[in-house]
């Protein structure tokens, strides 16, 4: 009798992790001219992004929220963006955050397993999105080039 309610458990488990492709993809923006959505490119975990802005004319600063559970400590920590262009990842910018004696972010320090939360503004770099459609990912890795955040951004600009 155990091994009918054994069997049809293991066949759901193996159908439901073959259908797995991934963390579902978010949309943060969206109206007639511009569209943003992000999916996390970490496979072990999701994190929450927002923003306050949803234009293609784009402030000097902007708003985020972000948060996150971490999975590994952060002492220092850097964001690198890339773009992507026929399917090859090409680097346009790469930031520490954190170092390892001078903390600038709430966040820094903080230990595998304790929740990250960040709110406020971060200086865009540049004025207007480019027209089109492309790919950015953006990555912030630990001293230890472990994944803290890993997303993939799709925008669409007409």
């Not at 992004?49 to 784009?58: A, E, K, W, Y």
């Not at 004696?101 to 320090?109: A, Q």
């Not at 459609?133 to 001293?143: D, G, I, K």
Request: aromatic share 10%; with cysteine; hydrophobic share 35%.
């Amino acid at each position: 009798m155990k091994m009918l309610k054994v069997v049809p458990l293991i066949f759901w488990l193996i159908y439901t992790a073959t259908r797995v492709t991934g963390w579902p993809e978010h949309t943060i923006c969206k109206n007639n001219q511009l569209e943003i959505k992000y999916r996390s490119c970490d496979p072990l975990q999701d994190f929450a992004f927002s923003f306050d802005s949803c234009s293609s004319v784009v402030a000097q600063t902007v708003n985020i929220r972000i948060a996150t559970i971490l999975r590994y400590s952060i002492t220092e920590l850097t964001v690198d963006v890339s773009l992507t262009i026929n399917g090859r990842r090409v680097p346009i910018y790469s930031k520490k955050l954190c170092e390892r004696d001078h903390p600038r972010l709430s966040f820094c320090g903080k230990k595998r397993g304790e929740h990250i939360y960040y709110e406020g503004p971060i200086s865009a770099g540049f004025s207007d999105l480019p027209q089109g459609n492309f790919n950015l990912t953006v990555q912030l890795l630990n001293e230890d080039r472990h994944t803290i955040i890993c997303a993939d951004f799709t925008v669409k600009n007409q």
